[in-house]
């Protein structure tokens, strides 16, 4: 063997050298069983799958090309330690689910989901996401349990059929809500646990659409809606943070709407029941304890 053709053949184990390839039996339905470590898939005449479960391996960033076919029913990445995406990671793919949850994801850029069609769902939960710059066309978005301070005001201007019904932004850092100025598809919202602490027309566009709204451990302290045209609300949940802001006349608010349930809550309602209710565990335990020490007394007294 010349010089040449071992160097060669050394430059080729090198490339290999730790790589770890799922070879599923089917394209139809490909699982690549999680903790096998490995770090791409060889779909070798395959154009379409139903789903690709690859969760809980070493995904190489530079192997998405092989996920690379027509159109796959669900694709599911999670637990890969992704910390990016390429540039245009799934440009030309026909997904209708894609799941990259429980990753390290830190920021959503615009090319990271160019060439993308609509999608079904898109589901980008606990990752350690801070910005969302752009969304592509999905009628379910959870971003939940995220770090996420800011989403671009135009992050949801890509339009398509049903855009956006869904979205959940729950245990995340946003202190506005700016970014819902393209979502007028909008039927659940779920902003819980977040920084918002202003409710008007300015910042909370009405949506005619909109049926489910949660803004339950928030801050919120200024209330100024003109709900007459969220016509089709039917839930409202909100948390209030001090007793005096329950003065807000939400009946007034809310009075043109036909709602099913309206939860308004300050903390201080339930946190007085519960420190009662502690009051009373300490109390009796208390109490226990006394009786027996009285009883031990006693007994010593008798012997």
């Known amino acids: ?12 184990l090198a490339a290999t050298e730790g790589e770890k390839i799922c070879k599923p039996e089917t394209c139809r339905s490909v699982y690549c069983p999680a903790g096998s470590n490995y770090t791409t898939i060889l779909l070798t005449g395959c154009t379409s799958a139903e789903e690709i479960i690859f969760d809980g391996n070493e995904l190489d960033v530079n192997s998405w090309d092989d996920f690379r076919m027509s159109r796959i029913g669900k694709l599911s990445l999670r637990f890969n330690v992704l910390r990016d995406l390429p540039a245009s990671a799934f440009a030309n793919i026909l997904i209708d689910d894609l799941i990259l949850s429980h990753n390290e ?18 589901y980008l939960d606990n990752n350690l996401i801070e910005v969302v710059e752009s969304i592509p066309s999905t009628r379910i978005l959870d971003l939940s349990n995220n770090r996420i301070k800011t989403i671009g005001e135009d992050a949801f201007l890509r339009s398509g059929p049903n855009f956006c019904q869904y979205l959940y932004l729950k245990n995340n850092r946003l202190d506005n809500l700016r970014f819902l100025k393209n979502l007028s598809d909008l039927s659940v919202l779920d902003m819980s646990n977040n920084n918002i602490t202003t409710l008007n027309n300015r910042t909370f566009p009405p949506m005619e659409n909109l ?3 949660d803004f339950s451990h928030n801050f919120i302290i200024h209330v100024d809606l003109d709900v007459a045209e969220f016509r089709s609300l039917r839930t409202f949940q909100i948390l209030m943070s001090k007793q005096d802001e329950l003065k807000i006349h939400w009946n007034e608010i809310f009075v043109p709407l036909n709602l099913y349930q309206l939860y308004i ?6 946190t007085i029941p519960i420190i ?19 009883k031990d007394t006693e007994m010593k007294i008798l012997k």
Not at 1 to 12: F, H, R, Y
Not at 277 to 284: D, G, R
């Open 1 to 12: 063997m010349t010089t040449k053709k071992v160097l060669v053949l050394l430059v080729m």
């Open 276 to 294: 009662i209710v502690l009051s009373v565990i300490i109390l009796v335990l208390s109490c226990k304890k006394r009786k027996k020490l009285f």
């Open 105 to 122: 994801l830190r920021v959503i850029k615009v090319d990271h989901f160019v060439g993308v069609s609509s999608l079904n769902a898109l």
């Open 265 to 270: 809550v300050s903390i201080l309602t339930f």
């Open 211 to 213: 049926q489910v709204v």
